[in-house]
C-alpha cells in the first residue's frame, strides 16, 4: 500500500478495521497532486530501499525525509506553534514544557524545559522524544518533516 503522510493514520486506522492491521505500506510525503516531476523523481528515489524492504518484509516502513534537492516546504509557525500543544500536554504530565524556537524547511526547532519537573528523568528520552513530537504534530501539519528539539539534560548529563 502506498499512503501520504496525510492520509497514513486513516491508512492504519482502516487496514485495522479490515483486521489488517499489519500491512505494509510505503509512506510518501504530501502532497502528490499539484507537486512537480522532479520533486515527486526525488521522493521516489528517497523511497527505492524502503519499497524494497516492503516487499521483502523486513526494514522500515517510511520514505526518509525527501532530499535537499526536493521542493522546500514552506511551514507557518502559527500552525507549527498549534500542533505543538498536543506535545507540550504529553510533556507537562512530567512537569516540564516545550517550546518552538523556529521553523525552517519542514524542520521545528524545539527547545525541553525542565526546570519546574519533579522527575527530570521521568521526560522521555530526547530521540525518543524528537519522533513522538514529530508524529504528533504531523496529524495537524502533515507537511513537517523533521523536529529536533534541544535537550538540556544532554548539556549537563542528566
Keep these: 500500500m502506498v499512503a501520504t503522510t496525510k492520509f497514513r ?3 492504519d ?3 485495522s478495521s479490515l483486521n489488517a492491521p499489519d500491512i505494509r505500506v510505503l509512506e510518501v510525503p504530501h502532497p502528490l497532486g499539484g507537486t512537480d516531476e522532479a520533486t515527486i523523481r526525488a521522493w521516489a528515489e528517497a523511497g527505492v530501499d524502503t519499497t524494497i524492504a516492503l516487499f521483502l518484509n523486513e526494514g522500515t516502513l517510511t ?3 525527501p532530499s535537499a534537492s526536493s521542493k522546500t516546504v514552506e511551514l ?3 500552525e507549527v506553534a498549534a ?3 498536543d506535545v ?3 510533556i507537562a504530565a512530567d512537569g516540564g514544557d516545550i517550546v518552538l524556537e523556529s521553523v525552517d524547511a519542514g524542520t521545528a526547532r524545539l527547545r525541553l524545559i525542565l526546570d ?3 522527575c527530570r528523568e521521568c521526560v522521555m528520552p530526547r530521540s525518543f522524544l524528537e519522533q513522538v513530537a ?3 504534530m504531523r496529524q495537524t501539519v502533515p507537511e513537517l518533516t523533521a523536529v529536533h528539539i534541544d535537550d538540556p539534560r544532554e548539556n549537563d548529563g542528566t
Design 9 to 11: 493514520m486513516l491508512t
Design 76 to 78: 507557518k509557525i502559527d
Design 13 to 15: 486506522q482502516v487496514a
Design 116 to 118: 519546574s519537573a519533579e
Design 63 to 65: 520514505t526518509p525525509p
Design 83 to 85: 500542533a505543538l500543544e
Design 88 to 90: 507540550r500536554e504529553i
Design 134 to 136: 514529530l508524529d504528533t
